[in-house]
């Protein structure tokens, strides 16, 4: 039995159920649509190796766990930008838990707490807003 120390990110779409029972044609579009711009390509930015995709959910290995925060960080900034003009019940947002933790390898899957744990804090982390905050200052 093969072990090892890796950083596990788990990401799921926030209301992935209603979503779909409300538009499941276009849910399905703009999910993938996420994952093909944005969501993949951070992982491959940021070195990771998807080990399973699970409908609305994710589960990504990284070497390295400062990767494995930056690619979640990365990817909330980008779909906090993406499709502004979507109404909110509509808009596709990403929960994402990050944990290093000690795995079993079994050929292309792993198992064991560190996976355990970081689904368990994807399912604690608070949703992002459903659009970016302005910035911009007022004029006087």
Not at 31 to 45: H, M, N, Q, S, Y
Not at 51 to 75: P, R, T, W, Y
């Given at each position: 039995?093969e072990?090892?120390?890796?950083?596990?990110l788990?990401a799921?779409v926030?209301?992935?159920?209603?979503?779909?029972?409300?538009?499941?044609?276009?849910?399905?579009e703009?999910?993938?649509?996420c994952?093909?711009?944005?969501?993949?390509?951070?992982?491959?930015?940021?070195?990771?190796?998807i080990?399973?995709?699970?409908?609305?959910?994710?589960?990504?290995?990284?070497?390295?766990?400062?990767?494995?925060?930056?690619c979640?960080?990365a990817i909330?900034?980008?779909?906090?930008?993406?499709d502004p003009?979507?109404?909110?019940?509509?808009?596709?947002?990403?929960?994402?838990?990050?944990?290093?933790g000690?795995?079993?390898?079994e050929?292309?899957?792993?198992?064991?707490?560190?996976v355990?744990?970081?689904?368990?804090?994807?399912?604690?982390?608070?949703?992002?807003?459903p659009h970016p905050v302005?910035?911009?200052r007022?004029?006087?």
């Amino acid at each position: 039995m093969e072990r090892r120390l890796t950083a596990i990110l788990a990401a799921d779409v926030v209301g992935y159920s209603t979503l779909m029972g409300e538009d499941e044609v276009g849910t399905l579009e703009r999910l993938k649509g996420c994952r093909r711009e944005l969501v993949d390509p951070a992982i491959k930015e940021f070195h990771g190796r998807i080990i399973k995709l699970m409908g609305d959910g994710a589960l990504v290995e990284f070497a390295s766990v400062v990767d494995a925060v930056q690619c979640a960080a990365a990817i909330q900034r980008r779909m906090a930008v993406r499709d502004p003009g979507t109404s909110d019940p509509r808009h596709i947002r990403f929960r994402i838990g990050v944990n290093l933790g000690d795995v079993i390898v079994e050929e292309n899957d792993i198992y064991g707490d560190g996976v355990n744990i970081a689904a368990r804090l994807e399912a604690m982390a608070e949703p992002p807003p459903p659009h970016p905050v302005s910035h911009r200052r007022q004029s006087r």
